[in-house]
């Protein structure tokens, strides 16, 4: 739960021990009184396309979360101030940085912060945020994982280790096509993170519906969703769930298409060295690149399907919520 007494419902801070972070009126008055916030990360608009499309979807994907009843939550470092929430002009400021603002992964927030530098943050940085003020659902297109090659290059994405230790339920696509899938399910297995997929037994591959692989896990309604997050936080076990969301059929590109085109955008990053936290900016651009578009269409397209399935599942937690701390307020009279 967000920490009661450092909040105002006109908006406030989170201060002391555990951070100090800005949280936009709209946000902080949802989460004091239980209603529906969706977390939402900003790399995809500093590094994921270019301005003034960044900023479109920016809006289009805020727009869908507010349409379907929930509050958008977008996360980001700004003057070195961690924000929940961005205004119009803040979102704008963050689009029109674009790579000029620092790719911030949790081990990077400290450094953002302690030279008041301008941060995009990744899946694990915006769960630790979403997590510290008490938003259980974010959404976002694909979370990172273990690279191809990984087993030799060790190159293993945050995002794994953040869903192992952090409460936050993240609403994705599956995993990132570039990246190696079986391996990095079995990683979040080690994690110990429930890995769902919804409305199919499948998880999905991010720019197809499916990865030709099978989960333990699946859930058919947002209220399944809801019932799954609530457990695992009544449990205290202390970490994530990851619910995949494949694609919609009608966005979905071809998978020989964007396989072929992985595997050159591949052969380029090790011909040119790329690698680290520079590899996926990359790879997802020339991927773009050699399928004349259609890989930023199809990511732009499922990222609003994953923010209208991230709000549903929102609002279904906050009235199972509801339900629950009315039925204890009886039976305590």
């Known amino acids: 739960m967000m920490p ?44 994921g396309m270019p301005y003034p499309q960044n900023l479109e979807t920016a809006r289009e994907v805020e727009h869908v979360i507010k349409e379907n ?59 630790f945020f979403a997590s510290l003020v008490g938003i259980p659902v974010f959404v976002t297109g ?48 080690t994690q110990g993170v429930t890995v769902a997929a919804y409305q199919t037994h499948e998880f999905p591959a991010f720019f197809t519906e499916s990865s030709g692989y099978k989960v333990h896990c699946r859930l058919d309604t947002p209220e399944e969703c809801a019932r799954l997050i609530d457990a695992n936080m009544k449990l205290g076990l202390g970490s994530g769930i990851l619910i995949g969301v494949p694609i919609p059929a009608e966005h979905a590109a071809s998978g020989a298409l964007i396989e072929s085109a992985i595997q050159r955008a591949l052969r380029e990053a090790s011909d ?33 399907n994953n923010a209208c399935v991230g709000a549903n599942i929102a609002i279904a937690l906050s009235n199972l919520r509801r339900r629950n701390n009315m039925g204890h307020g009886k039976s305590s009279l």
């Open 142 to 189: 694909g979370i990172g994982g273990v690279h191809r090659h990984g087993e030799h290059t060790m190159d293993i994405s945050s995002d794994l280790t953040e869903l192992g230790r952090t409460p936050v339920t993240v609403i994705s696509a599956g995993i990132k096509s570039i990246l190696d899938i079986p391996r990095t399910l079995e990683y979040l297995e």
């Open 272 to 304: 040119n060295n790329v690698t680290g936290n520079s590899a996926t900016p990359f790879l997802l651009a020339r991927v773009n690149e050699l399928t004349g578009g259609a890989s930023l269409a199809a990511n732009i397209a499922l990222v609003k």
């Open 4 to 47: 009661s007494s450092s909040v105002s419902s006109s908006g406030g801070e989170v201060n002391g021990g555990r951070g100090h972070v800005k949280i936009a009126p709209e946000v902080s008055d949802a989460l004091l009184r239980g209603r529906a916030v969706v977390a939402l990360e900003s790399t995809i608009i500093s590094h």
């Open 69 to 127: 009843g929930a509050v958008p939550a977008t996360v980001a470092i700004l003057d070195g101030v961690p924000c929940i929430g961005l205004s119009t002009e803040e979102l704008d400021r963050l689009a029109n940085l674009g790579i000029k603002s620092q790719k911030t992964a949790r081990r990077d927030i400290a450094h953002v912060v302690a030279t008041r530098g301008n941060g995009a943050t990744t899946v694990s940085a915006t769960m």
